[in-house]
């Protein structure tokens, strides 16, 4: 049990957030830590951007983390979500559409890799490697081939175009009146998007009957197959979500940001970071690692950025340093 101390300090700290965002900052704060719209503003955006890498890295913990499968082409995966989604939704005129057409493109794709790749080289992690670098390389090459090396961006819909007051407080004007921020409503309905896949599927893969099922089919493949279960099955669905869930990241990143050649290997790579950092197989380990993630690329971004993508790598360096599982991650 804590001590009734730390639980005081806690609180108080608590309540020293609260107030750094939604009081207005006296002039010696500012001259501290400089504009207070800069510092809410940085934070805002590393918190949603950490949703963007968790609906990523979702996909990947499964894949990679969970079931042991190691997939380099799973950047490969987001961009083909991206531009089927923006095909799509530029044909049909419907946003959704295209997010549906991203997942299922993703879904498809992974699904595929499963049966005719991963499945003929279970076990044998060299080869998986290879083997899907080799694949990114033909799918990065076929889609510039199909989209060429435009930079396309979805346009949002009107109900999720637009910015949201808050509660935070900028600044007080001289007659009294409170300055709120503003901020996009697409960008916090990513985060909410991002937060509703994360609790679903920590449910499913530790409340359910078929979490149950792939948690067991990882531990003891053979068991579990002795049991009736068809595991060839249950590891095709499971790549195939995680794969789905790449390509409608793809969609809902493409709205947010853009869709070009070389955001493949971004994502991977951030992908990759998350799920070390926050541990393989643990989808709350994606999350804090995609949270630390987010906060320090755009903290760098807004600071220093010239050193700023070192942050990202101290982070993961001093997670292996102190805890190599990650930071949910199970000892081996």
Wanted: proline fraction near 3%; glycine fraction near 12%; charged fraction near 10%.
């Amino acid at each position: 049990m804590k001590s009734p101390l730390a639980t005081i300090l806690i609180l108080i700290a608590a309540g020293l957030v609260v107030w750094l965002f939604v009081a207005a900052w006296p002039d010696w704060l500012t001259a501290v830590i400089g504009a207070k719209k800069l510092l809410v503003n940085t934070i805002f955006n590393g918190v949603t951007l950490a949703g963007l890498y968790f609906l990523v890295a979702s996909g990947f913990t499964l894949v990679f983390g969970l079931m042991r499968n190691v997939n380099l082409a799973h950047g490969s995966l987001y961009l083909l979500g991206a531009y089927v989604g923006f095909s799509v939704a530029d044909t049909t005129g419907y946003w959704l559409i295209g997010v549906a057409a991203g997942f299922l493109a993703g879904a498809l794709a992974g699904a595929l890799m499963q049966v005719l790749v991963f499945r003929r080289m279970e076990g044998d992690e060299l080869r998986q490697t290879l083997v899907t670098i080799g694949i990114s390389i033909v799918a990065a090459d076929l889609m510039l081939a199909l989209w060429s090396g435009k930079t396309y961006q979805f346009s949002a819909p009107d109900w999720l175009d637009g910015a949201v007051t808050t509660p935070i407080v900028l600044a007080v004007r001289s007659n009294g009146s409170v300055v709120p921020m503003a901020y996009p409503l697409y960008r916090l309905v990513v985060l909410a998007a991002a937060i509703v896949i994360g609790i679903g599927l920590w449910l499913v893969l530790n409340r359910t009957r078929i979490g149950m099922m792939i948690r067991a089919g990882v531990d003891d493949r053979a068991m579990l197959a002795a049991a009736g279960v068809n595991v060839h099955l249950v590891f095709a669905i499971v790549f195939a979500i995680g794969a789905g869930l790449a390509g409608f990241a793809g969609v809902v990143g493409g709205t947010a940001l853009s869709i070009a050649p070389g955001e493949d290997v971004r994502y991977l790579l951030a992908s990759l970071v998350v799920v070390i950092v926050g541990g393989m197989g643990s989808i709350t380990g994606a999350a804090i690692g995609a949270l630390l993630i987010g906060l320090a690329e755009q903290i760098g971004l807004a600071y220093f950025p010239t050193y700023g993508v070192v942050l990202t790598f101290v982070i993961m360096v001093a997670v292996l340093a102190y805890r190599p599982q990650g930071i949910m991650g199970r000892p081996a």
